[in-house]
Nanobody, 125 residues
Framework: VQLQASGGGLVQAGDSLRLSCAAS????????MGWFRQAPGKEREFVAA????????YYSDSVKDRFAISRDNAKNTLYLQMNSLTPEDTALYYC???????????????????WGRGTQVTVSS
């Protein structure tokens, strides 16, 4: 599956942004989907995951209650709605797809099989 993330940009603290990830090449609803991010000088970190049907989601503590992951299987698209952004959210955001058990609580990036190119999110103070 090919993944293409978009929607990043430069925003101010407190603003909102919605990222999208378009998938192609395979049946989208065969995959658990996730968002990860990597800030300069830091390791890639898990942000959120969603089950194949969208019925289950899981978030890192740092974004829980501010971000919302969703998917539209009819459009082969994954989303990440980001609210109340802070400078600490500044990072390159990646979408990823995982084959295997339809669970969302596993946060290791090594569990994900396919990755898209990132989209940059920069939050100014």
């Amino acid at each position: 599956v090919q993944l293409q993330a978009s929607g990043g940009g430069l925003v101010q603290a407190g603003d909102s942004l919605r990222l999208s990830c378009a998938a192609s090449g395979h049946t989208f609803n065969n995959f658990v989907m996730g968002w990860f991010r990597q800030a300069p000088g830091k390791e890639r970190e898990f942000v959120a995951a969603i089950s194949r049907s969208g019925g289950n989601t899981y978030y890192s503590d740092s974004v829980k209650d501010r971000f919302a992951i969703s998917r539209d299987n009819a459009k082969n698209t994954l989303y990440l709605q980001m609210n109340s952004l802070t400078p600490e959210d500044t990072a390159l955001y990646y979408c990823a797809a995982r084959v295997g058990p339809n669970t969302v609580g596993h946060t290791a990036s090594e569990l994900y099989d396919y990755w898209g190119r990132g989209t940059q999110v920069t939050v100014s103070s």
